[in-house]
């Protein structure tokens, strides 16, 4: 084959994606246009295959960006994040597919899909960005009192972890967001741990360590943390009684020391545990087995 024969085959080969790339809603659909066809116009296989120069290799590569921005407009539950794959080596398109996720958040996003994004922006060192979406994330979230193997609490709990991490302010802002969405007392406790054992912003943007303090319990944001903790505990202990059979009262015993842990960190933790354990013995009285074994362990 001549030199002459096989730049043909190259043009005509270039032609043909940038023709079905600008008529890909005729062909496919938003999903099917990001994650076949502009993946494979941009990958390493097409550009040896087809003997692209760099200018052919970058004209087509704005046109998968354009393809892309364009499918996470139509479809950005789906497309979204395949744009900002595709999109990352152009700051402009970049920044638009990313505009677009922002744009999508209120009302075209679900929780798992914008914490994937978060996560992914992190991934690219942008903690901002992450935190962001997480909070947007937060605030599509309902995880209800019984739900303490959701899949989400993975996301929540990261979510709390990276607000943590750049500092107080953005700590002290996911928080009530943490406390509306989250109403199961183990997944709270667990946040509320996790946030006393270090200091927020510890090592914070661009590694410069900060020389705060542990944030104290008794005081904002923590204290409206731990009072929520306190409150889930007791809303979930009467959940559980209402229906309790004989073979949950170990289990329910466990729980209640959980509870109490959880009780004690408040500066009057032990005076409104011995109110809550008393309150169950008065309300449960007939519940005489559960109660004795209530009694045995807390008095």
């Not at 996003?109 to 914008?114: C, I, R, V």
């Not at 990261?158 to 500092?167: E, I, K, P, T, V």
């Not at 933790?269 to 008393?278: A, E, P, S």
């Amino acid at each position: 084959m001549s030199e002459i024969q096989q730049k043909n085959i190259q043009l005509q080969g270039v032609f043909a994606l940038d023709s079905i790339m600008q008529s890909w809603f005729t062909l496919f659909t938003p999903t099917e246009a990001t994650s076949v066809v502009a993946s494979t116009v941009m990958s390493n296989s097409t550009i040896v295959r087809l003997h692209l120069d760099c200018h052919q290799q970058e004209n087509l590569a704005n046109s998968a960006r354009t393809l892309a921005l364009q499918c996470a407009m139509k479809d950005p539950q789906n497309c979204a994040l395949s744009a900002l794959t595709l999109c990352e080596k152009d700051h402009i398109a970049f920044e638009t597919a990313y505009q677009i996720v922002l744009d999508a958040a209120s009302t075209g996003m679900n929780y798992t899909q914008l914490f994937t994004i978060a996560r992914y922006m992190e991934h690219r060192g942008f903690p901002m960005r992450a935190y962001k979406l997480a909070t947007l994330a937060l605030t599509h979230l309902n995880l209800s009192y019984n739900q303490d193997t959701h899949p989400a609490i993975n996301d929540v709990l990261w979510a709390c972890a990276l607000s943590h991490s750049l500092g107080k302010n953005e700590l002290a802002s996911v928080i009530p967001l943490v406390v509306k969405s989250v109403k199961c007392a183990t997944v709270l406790s667990d946040i509320l741990r996790r946030c006393t054992l270090t200091t927020p912003g510890m090592v914070a943007l661009h590694g410069r360590r900060t020389s705060g303090k542990l944030m104290p319990l008794d005081k904002a944001p923590l204290r409206q943390l731990l009072d929520a903790t306190i409150g889930a505990y007791i809303n979930t202990t009467h959940s559980r009684l209402t229906h309790i059979s004989p073979r949950h009262y170990s289990e329910f015993i466990e729980f209640l020391g959980k509870a109490r842990e959880t009780f004690l960190m408040a500066h009057d933790g032990h005076v409104q545990f011995t109110q809550f354990i008393d309150n169950l013995k008065q309300i449960y009285k007939g519940k005489k087995k559960l109660m004795m074994l209530v009694r045995e362990r807390f008095g």
